[in-house]
């Protein structure tokens, strides 16, 4: 059985010290027993037999009975823990160390060497701290600056170069001796040799040196802030960019090519993923677009696209212009097409790592964008918010006046319903006198027939209340057309009821003005003189041209009747002013002078002042913001 076996090539080891051919075949009979076998090393080292060939590695004279001794004792060693701890002592490092030493040591003999020292040093962290305290890490990094000569190595034979494997058992036993577990004080060592490996990446993209390389570096970089600092500041995180670039360039011709980008990528992922502010340095070589492109691929592994999409979402964490790149290069789509396609709950996670981002981004570049502007016209910005608060008052002032407008002139109509008109003879004469001094019309036959000539003036259109300030002004009717001044009053009342807000008394040219007596036509008058004021005032922008057009015809023909009447000095001054040139100002003042306001004036006046005062109030804040 095994036991027996065991324990017979054990005693020929011991008698066979001066054929070492024969103790040779003996310890490759052994490893082949004890590989991957923990019971059988398990016996090997209780019987000595593990004590007994470590002897044998130092004292025999004969290299190959050495090399075969040496890796032996490693097959044992990586088959069961008790004999790693067994050997994992700084004695035995010490010889390993003279075997890389010694000048007359063969290139196959310092490979079994650094052999060991792997499996030392695999999952145990007292292997670790053996090869730091004895100086043996520090001829691993002498090995691993000088074993390969980048001007005479040639790749094309790497699996019989003997100095190749030894080089890739050096990165590998690096990589063992700074990761599972990490232990930073090796990191901190093993980055002295970063600029050599930043040379070999931008001298060589082949994959067999790209792959030990980017092995080495990601795990030495891995969760150590410092050692990704000094990475940065060599501009390593360039060359690991410019090296994806390239492959990515031939990746569409070659499949090797595509699985070497995501090695690139995933040591790109182990560069930033603690410390993302770093991935800056990358958006210049635009590394999210290729990677998106990568992604892409369709003979992707579910771990690649893991390892793509998380460097995806530290790239984009806290850098802008990655995260603007992904969002132009239709990033988020394919995020939430993998999200929803895919079974694999890491990749899910991924995928919703990076969408996270996406939020955060959008929130911020939203909040940066709106500080840039408010940066940029803050003065203008400032300026805007008071005209839009100032512009509320003033829809707030013109609802309200135009709301009393409306309660008068209904307050006026029920009045003509219940009253009755009465034309005298001076009226009469007046209309008369009126009627001599109109246009006589181009066509008289078109106003034979009794027709009315209607002009509209551009409507005044009030969001706030909807309703349409339509100032009409209907020319006269023939001379030789009766008057009838209950129907002309019944025709206003009428066209006051379908038109909101409109100026019915600027309709005199129908109706000879007379002296009413309790003044309903002077108070119209003077509600077609307020409303032209509230639209120069408040609405300075909106149909002046037309509405003043119409106002001068107004005003010529009430002028004559205006001076002949006796009883003006007891008249609103704002009733009467229709021949003057007047403004907002002086129109203000004159009616603050006025001792004689109708209703309509004083409703003007009133929220004039008011708005003055807010005006005032608002100036005042501005200053004081100013101070």
């Known amino acids: 059985d095994m036991k027996t076996d065991l324990n017979l090539l054990l005693e020929c080891l011991k008698y066979q010290m001066d054929c070492p051919l024969s103790q040779k075949e003996a310890l490759i009979t052994i490893y082949s027993i004890c590989q991957q076998n923990s019971e059988a090393s398990e016996y090997f080292r209780e019987i000595g037999g593990l004590m007994f060939i470590n002897d044998l590695a130092k004292s025999s004279a004969h290299c190959i009975v050495k090399e075969a001794a040496l890796f032996t004792l490693g097959i044992i060693i990586e088959s069961n823990v008790y004999c790693q701890q067994t050997l994992c002592t700084s004695a035995l490092f010490e010889d390993l160390i003279l075997f890389l030493i010694k000048k007359d040591s063969g290139v196959n003999l310092k490979r079994m060497s650094v052999y060991v020292i792997l499996v030392l040093v695999s999952n145990n962290k007292n292997g670790q701290t053996c090869v730091r305290d004895t100086g043996c890490i520090s001829l691993l990094l002498q090995l691993f600056r000088t074993t390969l000569s980048m001007s005479e190595k040639n790749l094309s034979d790497e699996t019989s170069d003997p100095c190749y494997q030894l080089w890739c058992s050096v990165c590998s036993t690096l990589c063992a001796c700074v990761n599972n577990p990490q232990n930073e004080d090796n990191q901190n060592i093993c980055c002295s040799v970063f600029p050599y490996a930043k040379e070999w990446l931008e001298s060589c993209t082949e994959p067999e040196i790209v792959r030990p390389i980017c092995s080495f570096l990601g795990l030495t970089v891995a969760n150590n802030s410092y050692v990704q600092k000094y990475f940065a500041s060599i501009g390593g995180l360039d060359t690991l960019a410019k090296v994806l670039l390239e492959l990515m360039h031939d990746s569409c011709l070659s499949h090797s090519s595509m699985k070497l980008a995501v090695v690139v990528t995933k040591t790109l992922d182990a560069c930033i993923a603690t410390n993302s502010a770093m991935g800056v340095v990358l958006a210049k070589y635009h590394t999210v677009s290729e990677l998106l492109k990568l992604l892409s691929n369709e003979t992707l592994s579910t771990g690649e696209k893991i390892s793509i999409i998380l460097t995806i979402g530290h790239l984009t964490e806290v850098c802008e ?297 608002v100036a005042a804040g501005n200053n004081n913001r100013s101070a």
């Not at 992904?326 to 990033?331: I, P, S």
């Not at 895919?342 to 899910?348: M, V």
């Not at 007891?570 to 002078?593: E, H, I, P, V, Y």
């Not at 006046?605 to 003055?612: H, M, T």
């Open 321 to 617: 212009e990655n995260q603007c790149e992904l969002l132009q290069n239709n990033g988020l789509p394919l995020m939430i097409q993998v999200l929803t396609e895919s079974q694999d709950e890491e990749l899910i996670k991924a995928a919703t790592f990076v969408l996270q981002n996406c939020k955060q981004m959008t929130e911020q570049l939203s909040l940066k964008l709106c500080d840039k502007s408010l940066n940029a016209n803050n003065a203008e910005e400032l300026d805007v918010q008071v005209r839009k608060r100032c512009l509320q008052d003033y829809w707030k002032k013109v609802k309200e006046i135009l709301h009393r407008i409306n309660s008068i002139e209904k307050q006026h109509d029920e009045e003509r319903v219940q009253g009755e008109i009465f034309v005298d003879e001076s009226s009469v004469a007046n209309s008369e006198a009126l009627k001599s001094h109109e246009v006589k019309p181009v066509d008289p036959k078109k106003y034979t027939e009794g027709t009315q000539k209607v002009v509209f003036c551009p409507q005044l259109t009030s969001k706030l209340n909807n309703q349409v300030l339509a100032p009409s002004v209907t020319s006269a009717p023939p001379k030789n057309e009766t008057v009838n001044a209950m129907d002309a009053a019944s025709t206003r009342q009428t066209e006051q009821r379908n038109i909101p807000c409109s100026v019915t008394e600027l309709q005199t040219d129908s109706v000879p003005q007379t002296h009413n007596v309790n003044g309903k036509t002077a108070c119209g008058k003077s509600r077609s003189d307020g409303l032209y004021f509230l639209v120069t005032f408040f609405l300075p922008h909106l149909g002046q041209h037309s509405f003043c057009s119409e106002k001068t015809e107004r005003i010529k023909s009430t002028s004559a009747i205006s001076s002949s009447h006796k009883m003006a000095d007891l008249r609103c001054l704002g009733c009467t002013a229709g021949g003057l040139s007047l403004n907002s100002r002086t129109f203000t003042k004159m009616l603050q002078r006025c001792l004689h306001r109708c209703e309509h004036h004083r409703v003007i006046l009133e929220a004039e002042e008011r708005y003055r005062g807010e005006l005032r109030r």
